[in-house]
Antibody, heavy 118, light 107 residues
Framework: EVQLVESGGGLVKPGGSLRLSCAAS????????MNWVRQAPGKGLEWVAS????????YYADSVKGRFTISRDNAKNSLYLQMNSLRVEDTAVYSC???????????WGQGTLVTVSS | DIQMTQSPSSLSASVGDRVTITCRAS??????LGWYQQKPGKAPKRLIY???SLQSGVPSRFSGSGSGTEFTLTISSLQPEDFATYYC?????????FGQGTKLEIK
């Protein structure tokens, strides 16, 4: 059974940092591109970042470029999101999602809440 | 960037109704589009991928169509469990973009 479990969320002050993790199981993690998606309270879904299976290709939304870093450790079946210089508008539930070779994201985690507030 | 315009933003319907939700892409995306259902506090669930392929385990009352710039999700006969928010997602090019969502409510 495919499972994606996020962790690392919490309350942080503006300007602070946080590192999110996504633990993957039930599939060959090293064969899939992965994504981070966020959803602000009461709002829609927003793509944040993507990383290819071998970390060769990395993409970011303009809203987080230069502040967030996506990475992965295929030996640990884990995906990460390092978030620096956090802003109030980064407050959201952050979810990881698997990106299959054909078709759009097929499995999602339940998400971890990041709250940026003074 | 490719913009996805989803309509309507909200929809009131009754059990048994047929409903259609539309997503329009600002440029051609072939069939690189998925449809998702999200219920409060839950992760999105993929219903349709590659514009018209039904996700395994999803009831056949859900169907998708379209290619290029215009796409539709149709629910042929609404069931009580279908009242939720629906999103489209294009993964043809980066940045990947979602539609604004359609909240489907009980009339």
């Amino acid at each position: 059974e495919v499972q994606l479990v996020e962790s690392g969320g919490g309350l942080v002050k503006p300007g602070g940092s946080l590192r999110l993790s996504c633990a993957a199981s039930g599939f060959i993690f090293s064969s899939f591109s992965m994504n981070w998606v966020r959803q602000a309270p009461g709002k829609g879904l927003e793509w944040v970042a993507s990383i290819s299976s071998g970390s060769n290709y990395i993409y970011y939304a303009d809203s987080v470029k230069g502040r967030f870093t996506i990475s992965r450790d295929n030996a640990k079946n884990s995906l990460y999101l390092q978030m620096n210089s956090l802003r109030v508008e980064d407050t959201a539930v952050y979810s990881c999602a698997r990106d299959p070779p054909r078709g759009s994201y097929d499995y999602w985690g339940q998400g971890t809440l990041v709250t940026v507030s003074s | 960037d490719i913009q996805m315009t989803q309509s309507p933003s909200s929809l009131s319907a009754s059990v048994g109704d047929r409903v259609t939700i539309t997503c329009r892409a600002s440029q051609g995306i072939r069939n690189d589009l998925g449809w998702y259902q999200q219920k409060p506090g839950k992760a999105p669930k993929r219903l349709i991928y590659a514009a018209s392929s039904l996700q395994s385990g999803v009831p056949s009352r859900f169907s998708g169509s379209g290619s290029g710039t215009e796409f539709t999700l149709t629910i042929s006969s609404l069931q009580p469990e279908d009242f939720a928010t629906y999103y489209c997602l294009q993964d043809n090019d980066y940045p990947h973009t979602f539609g604004q969502g359609t909240k489907l409510e009980i009339k």
